[in-house]
């Protein structure tokens, strides 16, 4: 199995699934085109999370990656839920593949979302959910040291980018910063169309 | 719990009597065919027979069939090999968008060393219209390649009306068809389809792993891609694996024995699946064509749910199926197959596989119609897609 035992655990009986019809902070990250997609709803009290809820579309990390952020928030203020990281999500579940870091582990940026529309909605500044709709990507500095695809090594100079092992040539997207394979026409993280 | 296997496409198992057949070649009979002395020639015989029985699968002589050690081997030397001898004469490649990689990658890298291609499309259900390729045929074309079924929608091609688009207007382009998906599983005859070069692989019929095979028509020359000596009639160097051809070559003749009965009874099984499930599960759809298609294979694109996590909720219950999904992929990609298709990424997302093999029973389908529909409702009940669709649908 590609995931460990608590990974798989979140996936089959993934905790707090569902709505919050009466929320406090609605928010959404990720979209269908990267092939993940996280609604949380968060209710709080006194400062305190009091309950948390998700629905998700995704892999089986990007449910379990929910499912533990519901139960890591539970309980917290409003600002020790907002140190809650993607890294210590993952790091919570026992480690994820490496290709699942970056698309999947999103959990942390739902909850966030949630937690500034609450901010918002209590500053009168926001009505309705906070949709992201996109992945908030971590700006990627420079060309990558592995390859998307194969994790090999990458040769990199300023007029090419290109994996050693899987001999394709990378490109970077104007989007989401990560690289893709040259003869793609969209993005393959973020969706988003290649400049030529 | 008994496991129901339907991931015909990734592996499939080995037939017993193939293995039988195998066993002396990994014991006492483990001369090398090329020796002169009794013991390589008792190999040799084997390969020989084992060659025998590859070609009657396909309708071809012997001589041409060159053992390979898989079909991804057997298209690099088709594409590579082909488009090299043949350069003097163009440069220009035709081949379909829902080749497998190793074909497409095959072609971008002799697009790096000075060959054009020209991908043809296909419909929504990933057949490719033989007019489109005529349409792709240029004056300096000089190779063809279109698969003959896809895996990963089990759409079957119209091969042999491709050939004759491309015999009248292009006569100096060859045909190769890779026709790993389909070997073995439908009758195939290499005559009737016209074509110059065909790949197949064992394992796809019940053979061994790393057996495959490249059909080249006779007079037709390649540049090896493997160089060494003499095996193979110096297509392909390389001591020649003796088990897996001998593996291969049983495969092959039980394959044809079988071919009529068990197509029937797989399009039987492979039909009660595509009809029990498109009637128990709302909007998931069937991927490739209804009718023309492997009889082996149901593909799937499920509505609101993803892939990788459907193939998961399936393992725990016992079932092995595949996806194309983006996040069942290592490389974080759709299927360019279902993209080439028109799907739209959300939909492709939902990409889901039932292969059926041999010793599949009416009871296993009937276990999979049971146990599928509560797996894709536990992931739609999570499912932020699905929720705004009842809400859109008012319900």
């Known amino acids: 199995m590609i995931y460990s035992d608590k990974v798989m655990d979140h996936f ?12 406090d902070g609605v928010g959404q990250v990720g979209n269908p085109v990267c092939g993940d997609m996280m609604t949380f709803y968060v209710k709080v009290k006194d400062d305190r999370l009091t309950d948390v809820k998700f629905q998700t579309f995704g892999c089986g990390a990007a449910i379990a990656v929910s499912s533990m952020v519901t139960e890591m928030a539970l309980g917290k203020t409003v600002a020790e839920a907002m140190e809650i990281t993607n890294e210590k999500v993952a790091e919570e579940l026992g480690g994820l593949p490496k290709n699942k870091m970056h698309c999947s582990n999103l959990g942390a940026d739902a909850l966030h979302a949630a937690l500034e529309n609450y ?35 990458v040769d990199n100079s300023p007029e090419m980018c290109s994996c ?17 394979n040259k003869a793609e026409t969209n993005c393959t993280h973020c969706g988003a169309q290649l400049e030529r | 719990m008994k496991r129901i296997y339907l991931d015909h496409i990734a592996a499939a198992p080995i037939d017993p009597a193939v293995t039988e057949a195998m066993r002396p070649f990994m014991g006492d009979r483990f001369g090398n065919p090329q020796s002169l002395h009794s013991d390589g020639q008792t190999a040799a015989e084997a390969v020989e027979e084992a060659r025998e029985g590859v070609a009657a699968l396909i309708g071809a002589v012997p001589d041409e069939v060159i053992f390979t050690a898989s079909g991804t081997e057997a298209n690099n030397l088709a594409i590579k090999g082909l488009a090299q001898a043949q350069k003097a004469k163009g440069n220009h490649l035709v081949v379909s968008s829902i080749e497998h990689a190793s074909v497409l990658n095959a072609v971008k890298s002799l697009e790096r060393s000075g ?34 079924a896809n895996s990963e929608v089990g759409t079957i091609e119209s091969v042999a009306e491709i050939v004759r688009e491309v015999r009248a207007k292009a006569p100096g382009a060859l045909v190769h068809t890779d026709a790993v998906a389909a070997a073995g599983n439908i009758p195939l005859d290499v005559k009737a389809l016209g074509v110059d070069a065909l790949s197949l692989s064992g394992n796809v019929f019940y053979g061994p792993k790393g057996s495959a095979a490249l059909f080249l028509k006779k007079g037709r020359k390649l540049v090896p891609q493997i160089e060494g000596g003499i095996q193979e009639g110096g297509r392909r160097g390389g001591s020649e694996d003796v088990p897996a051809i001998v593996g291969m070559g049983k495969a092959a003749r039980l394959a044809a024995a079988a071919m009529t009965e068990r197509a029937g009874r797989m399009s039987a099984l492979r039909d009660r699946l595509i009809g029990g499930l498109t009637r128990s599960i709302e909007r998931v759809r069937l991927t490739g064509s209804p009718d023309r298609r492997l009889p082996y294979h149901a593909s799937f694109c499920v509505e609101f749910v993803e892939g990788e996590a459907m193939l998961l909720g399936l393992d725990f219950k016992g079932i092995a199926a595949s996806s194309f999904s983006a996040c069942t992929s290592k490389s974080l990609k759709v299927s360019h197959v279902l993209l080439a298709m028109g799907l739209d990424h959300a939909l492709a997302q939902g990409s889901l596989i039932f292969s059926l093999i041999d010793t599949i029973s009416a009871e296993d389908i009937d276990r999979v119609l049971e146990i599928f529909p509560p797996v894709v409702e536990r992931l739609r009940n999570m499912s932020p897609l699905y929720t705004a669709y009842l809400k859109e649908s008012g319900r």
């Open chain 1, 12 to 23: 089959q009986n993934p905790r707090n699934v569902g709505t919050l019809p009466d929320a």
């Open chain 1, 119 to 153: 901010q918002a909605r209590k500053a009168g500044t926001a009505a309705g959910p906070n949709i992201v709709g996109d992945h908030d990507h971590e700006a990627a500095e420079g060309a990558p040291e592995r390859c998307p695809y194969c994790d090999g090594p």
């Open chain 1, 164 to 180: 050693r092992k899987c001999d394709l040539d990378l490109v970077e997207c104007g989007h989401c910063h990560l690289y893709t």
């Open chain 2, 115 to 148: 060959f054009a291609a020209t991908l043809v499309p296909v419909d929504g259900e990933g057949w490719i219209d033989p007019a489109d390729v005529a349409k792709a045929l240029r004056p300096e074309t000089i190779l063809v390649s279109v698969m003959t």
